[in-house]
């Protein structure tokens, strides 16, 4: 099984400054999916990002972005001109296009965002 | 408004006393799963269904038991909970090439 890995268990950054979440994971598949949520106080979960592994651009949305390195097997997302709504626990995900659609998710990054 | 309903949001149990609780989705996706969320564990899954009549474990499946007879529903059943059940759970949804859409979550506690 593919595993994800979210070597930050707590981050912290200044308002207005950025800042990079790391995520890695493991996979023999050459085509899937990579999701980053966000996960607030009021615990919904809400889709933030998402890189389609065949595509070499990394995506953007917003003050969102992301550094996908797929011969280094990573997924890093770095929020720009942080906002003290973005203060969340933050979860990569991983997709499977071959295996059952399956969806793999790290142990998340705890976000606080200091005024 | 595309969503996933899940219910109850909070839900207080004793242990053994059967419960069920409901997810449904309006997006006609096909794949649908159940997640419990601890704190340092991340996201596990529970179980999965592909489609109508179609489903399997995930992770950590002891304990739980779900059914999918209608392609929008697919409830989470606990026959006999216990107290290592008390988590907060999710119901989530997707169409193939998409990531999730997750209900509101229900924080059960078993005493």
């Known amino acids: 099984a593919q595993t994800v890995t979210q070597s930050q268990p707590e981050m912290s950054v200044q308002e207005a400054e950025t800042v990079t979440l790391s995520c890695t994971y493991d996979t023999s598949e050459s085509d899937y999916y990579l999701f980053w949520y966000k996960q607030p106080p009021s615990r919904q979960m809400i889709l933030v990002i998402r890189?389609?592994?065949?595509?070499?651009q990394n995506a953007t949305e917003n003050r969102f972005s992301v550094n996908f390195q797929k011969a280094a097997k990573s997924f890093s997302l770095k929020i720009s001109d942080s906002q003290l709504g973005d203060a969340a626990m933050y979860f990569c995900?991983?997709?499977?296009?071959?295996?059952?659609?399956?969806?793999?998710f790290g142990t998340g990054t705890s976000l606080t965002v200091i005024p | 408004e595309a969503q996933v309903t899940q219910n109850p949001r909070y839900l207080i149990t004793v242990t053994g006393k059967k419960l069920t609780v409901t997810c449904s989705q309006n997006?006609?996706?096909?794949?649908m799963s159940w997640y419990r969320q601890d704190p340092g564990l991340g996201l596990r899954q529970i179980y999965y269904?592909?489609?109508?009549?179609?489903?399997d474990k995930g992770d950590v499946p002891e304990g739980y038991k779900v059914s999918r007879k209608e392609k929008r529903n697919f409830p989470l059943i606990l026959e006999s909970p216990s107290p290592n059940q008390t988590s907060l759970y999710f119901c989530?949804?997707?169409?193939?090439?998409?990531?999730?859409?997750f209900g509101s979550g229900t924080r059960l506690t078993v005493v």
């Open positions: 890189q389609e592994a065949y595509k070499q």
């Open positions: 995900a991983y997709r499977s296009r071959y295996t059952g659609n399956q969806f793999y």
């Open positions: 989530a949804s997707s169409g193939t090439d998409y990531g999730y859409t």
């Open positions: 997006m006609n996706h096909e794949y």
């Open positions: 269904s592909m489609n109508v009549e179609v489903t």
